[in-house]
């Protein structure tokens, strides 16, 4: 390993690596917070080309490689062991463009989503991926687990935002696809290939994104409803009579609005006697008229009783205020030690799905608390369970009660998170045999040696 440390000293110079005996401040990410890394090393290159020459030597030497992007990810998916090397993109954090005739921003893979959203705010544009690790989280790791997030109802998941990406692979090959064309039909669109593929194929360096028109206006507001099958009754009303312009619907069942509003200084936007919350915001081009409409058309939903409460943000500080409650994730730290969960299904399964899991949980643990939130207009649950201080050591059980049932709904056991090494002994529930099998041969083809994130989403 000395003798790779020296030839990678000579690529990325001295600025460009970090070494085993000064990891030790940094943590392993958000899931591990009070773990450091692990690596020998930590290779930082500064662009493309640095990349693929550390990939190149990597590749001829047989050493592992795990890509690094702001470490926000739940799956284990960034975790390096003591024998592999990180390979970081923190110094590539460019906007290299932004281009209005073509609504795109040219980007380094390593800039963070709150600096995107901000850079195409200031020029008059809207880039709608938003998450709550939007300070830290990367658009290189972003698009390396295709992510969600709050908006996906009307703008879609990461993989919806990419024009064009740089790829490097496994031998230190550059593919440049950088294109600013909403149609490209030219044969495969080999993007998708990178595009929540978890590092395993190649590591993306640089992107084309798409850009959307700023809105003008943004109305947000909470409802509350008694009964779940008003739930997509509810958005499919709101979306009509908003022309499609709805563009989070957030669900919260009663624990965890309880929780949030519990919370010392939280806002409390309704009473906490209902079974279901919504946070609801609707994005449009005409403020005056927007907010007329959005009061007008939750005036009717009430009137046709598909909900029983609402209140409307007033002030950007109230808004914020709203949002601020569906994000406080780590609020349920306040429950010990819990076990959190990621699940896409159908929304009409819920209810049937939601009472299953939860039989053989309350069995073994009858003082369980359970949080159930998400991005229910996506047909995207977050499940929290917290079992005591034993939970950790019963994870199968509480694993096999959570997963094993989305088989029969057509569910997924990562809707945004990715696979990572926490999900892989669970991806036949989603994937056919013949999917892994391709899929496997896809990973042989591409990294032959297996040197780009080994382990990840499959052995």
């Known amino acids: ?51 693929s020459q550390v990939l190149k030597l990597c590749n001829e030497a047989g050493q592992p490689v795990v890509s690094h992007g702001g470490l926000t990810g739940l799956v284990d998916g960034n975790l390096a062991s003591p024998d592999e090397l990180i390979l970081s993109l923190e110094r590539m954090r460019a906007i290299e463009e932004i281009d209005p005739a073509s609504a795109s921003m040219t980007v380094q893979a390593g800039v963070t989503l709150q600096t995107v959203q901000e850079a195409a705010d200031e020029a008059g544009f809207f880039f709608p991926l938003d998450l709550g690790g939007r300070g830290s989280a990367t658009l290189g790791g972003n698009i390396s687990t295709n992510a969600g997030g709050n908006r996906v109802v009307r703008y879609g998941m990461a993989r919806d935002m990419v024009l064009g990406l740089e790829a490097v692979q496994a031998d230190g090959t550059v593919l440049s696809s950088l294109g600013k064309i909403l149609k490209d039909n030219a044969g495969y669109n080999l993007k998708h290939m990178f595009i929540g593929s978890e590092g395993t194929l190649g590591v993306v360096t640089r992107l084309v ?40 619907f957030e669900v919260m069942w009663r624990d965890y609005f309880e929780l949030v509003t519990s919370r ?27 907010q007329d409409r959005f009061e007008a058309m939750l005036a009717d939903a009430l009137e046709e009783g598909l909900l029983v409460d609402a209140v ?95 088989a029969s709904r057509g569910g997924s056991v990562s809707a945004e998170h990715g696979i990572g090494l926490y999900k892989k002994d669970y991806l036949e529930v989603s994937r056919s045999p013949a999917e892994i099998s391709l899929m ?20």
């Not at 990973?443 to 297996?450: C, R, S, V």
């Open 209 to 248: 994104l798409r850009l959307r028109p700023k809105p003008a206006s943004q109305q947000t507001a909470y409802l509350a409803l008694e009964e779940f099958d008003k739930l997509p009754q509810l958005l499919n009303f709101c979306n009509s009579r908003s022309g499609g312009t709805i563009s989070a």
């Open 312 to 406: 409307i943000a007033k002030s950007e500080g109230e808004r914020q205020a709203m949002w601020a409650l569906r994000d406080d994730v780590e609020s349920l730290r306040t429950w010990g030690p819990t076990i959190g969960f990621d699940v896409g299904l159908p929304i009409t399964t819920m209810p049937g799905y939601l009472e299953e899991i939860d039989v053989p949980i309350v069995a073994n643990w009858p003082e369980r608390r359970r949080a159930v939130f998400g991005h229910l207009g996506d047909g995207n649950l977050h499940i929290v369970y917290a079992v005591g201080e034993n939970g950790a050591n019963a994870k199968k059980i509480i694993d096999d009660a959570v997963y094993l049932p989305l």
């Open 264 to 290: 010392p200084g939280a806002a409390q936007p309704l009473p906490r006697d209902f079974p279901f919350y919504v946070l609801m915001e609707m994005m449009g081009g005409d403020p005056v008229g927007d």
């Open 1 to 51: 390993m000395a003798d790779l440390i020296e030839q990678l000293r000579g690529i990325v110079g001295d600025k460009g690596l970090v070494l085993n005996e000064d990891l030790a401040g940094r943590s392993a990410g958000y899931r591990r917070p009070t773990e450091t890394l692990q690596a020998k090393v930590l290779v930082r290159p500064a662009n493309t080309d640095e990349v």
């Open 440 to 459: 496997r041969q896809l990973k042989t083809m591409m990294d032959p040696n297996n040197i780009l994130n080994p382990g990840k989403i499959f052995s």
